[in-house]
């Protein structure tokens, strides 16, 4: 018997207790009356779409918000209940569950941990108080704690924890301390994503262009104080902004990164089967009223071509330590490998990136200028030359905009030996 492809499944549950300042994710706050309807929905969306599941193993679940921990463990395993019966749902398959600390409790936990969730992700994001309220948390770095110590008691033993660094007033000692106490909780997984202020936000109609905002010196300093600090305690960086003791990488991400099948289900859900991209409508009310009405909820909608599918490789693949290599691209580029080695080649001259068998993929200092080596990478794969592409000159710019001050790294090495 032919085995099925493998296909991840996301769930967005887009309700939370309150905003956070920063959030530009698709999420109401004070619509708890909507959760029953949007269940419903949800289900019946689900129900309706088992013809094209049942075609795929499932090998990842993931409930994303908003916040699903908020929504209830009932609910989000009524769910799940349904995705197995209509899907192909393997029993190995990693599902993850968000939660924030204080919409947590252990009977719940214990309740999802039973019905075959396997993985939590928690958003810490500081462990400092004053800059947990100032992003609009709405738990302390006590409760943090205890849910941590409630989930293990409940039997998860694959946990990831966010932090952000670049937060307004945070100093580099703030996010040292913030390291290395979540260090001494010993998850199995955690993620460090750099503050980016969002247009529509509160946090950016108050802080964007602040003297209190860290500037791009300052992130990069925590971001290679992070890199470096994980890496010494058993951290592998599989990914840009994530790390991982071995064998914890998030199976589920990893599927965006490497071009595998998803399918989303929600408002705003994104979805990526074959060559077929959508997108539903990010509106709770219209998502309701599409599935009741059975009228269309796809809200943008595009198939990508193979050209289109290289370039996604590139961006995409070089984000994670995994990389990228001739043999993968040549199955999905219709241009020539040349020119992108002999931009790597370069890159690796200068410590950028590295090779490991036939695979490139960044260094530490590759990843906090990876944005611009992405975009030389992508004009010479599009060019399929580099004699015309004053790429090299535009790196090194990028590299001095974010290098320390001389003797500024080994000040940063004394502040955190005594934390």
């Keep these: 018997m032919k085995a099925r492809p493998r296909l991840g499944i996301y769930i967005h549950i887009p309700f939370c207790a309150s905003k956070c300042g920063y959030c530009d994710f698709y999420s109401l706050a004070g619509c708890d009356h909507m959760m029953d309807k949007y269940q419903k929905a949800l289900i019946a969306h689900l129900e309706e779409s088992s013809h094209a599941i049942r075609n795929y193993e499932v090998d990842t679940v993931y409930f994303g918000g908003g ?66 309220k100032i992003i609009g948390r709405r738990h302390n770095f006590k409760q943090a704690k205890d849910a941590f110590r409630t989930a293990r008691e409940a039997g998860f033993d694959n946990i990831s924890l966010d932090l952000i660094y670049g937060l307004p007033t945070q100093t580099k000692s703030d996010w040292a301390e913030s390291v290395q106490r979540i260090l001494e909780m010993h998850p199995e997984h955690i993620s460090c994503y750099g503050l980016k202020l969002e247009e529509g936000t509160p946090m950016y109609e108050e802080y964007s262009g602040s003297p209190v905002l860290p500037d791009d010196d300052m992130q990069a300093d925590m971001y290679f104080y992070a890199a470096e600090t994980l890496a010494r305690y058993g951290y592998r960086q599989y990914e840009i902004s994530n790390f991982a003791a071995s064998g914890f ?31 539903y409508v990010r509106d709770l009310k219209r998502y309701i009223a599409c599935i009741n009405r059975k009228t269309s909820l796809v809200e943008e909608h595009e198939t990508v071509d193979a050209l289109e599918r290289s370039v996604e490789y590139v961006m995409l693949g070089m984000r994670t330590s995994h990389g990228i290599s001739e043999n993968d691209y040549r199955e999905r580029a219709q241009s020539n490998w040349r020119a992108i080695r002999q931009v790597l080649e370069a890159f690796e001259e200068k410590g950028w990136v590295e090779r490991t068998g036939d695979r490139w993929h960044f260094t530490v200092p590759g990843y906090l200028i990876s944005n611009t080596l992405i975009g030389i990478l992508l004009e010479a794969q599009a060019a399929g030359r580099t004699e015309s592409i004053p790429w090299l000159e535009r790196a090194d710019e990028a590299e001095r905009k974010i290098s320390m001050p001389k003797g500024e790294d080994e000040l940063f090495a004394e502040l955190y030996k005594k934390t």
């Design 67 to 132: 916040t699903p921990s908020y929504y209830g463990a009932e609910r989000l395993m009524e769910i799940f209940n349904v995705l197995k019966l209509n899907g192909n749902v393997r029993l190995d398959a990693e599902v993850t569950v968000e939660c924030n600390p204080d919409s947590v409790n252990k009977e719940e936990l214990k309740f999802l941990r039973q019905e075959g969730v396997n993985r939590l992700s928690m958003g810490v994001q500081a462990t400092n108080n004053d800059l947990l």
């Design 249 to 279: 990488e998030s199976r589920h991400n990893m599927k965006y990164w490497t071009l595998d099948d998803y399918m989303g289900f929600g408002p705003g859900a994104a979805s990526s089967v074959g060559n077929q991209r959508y997108t």
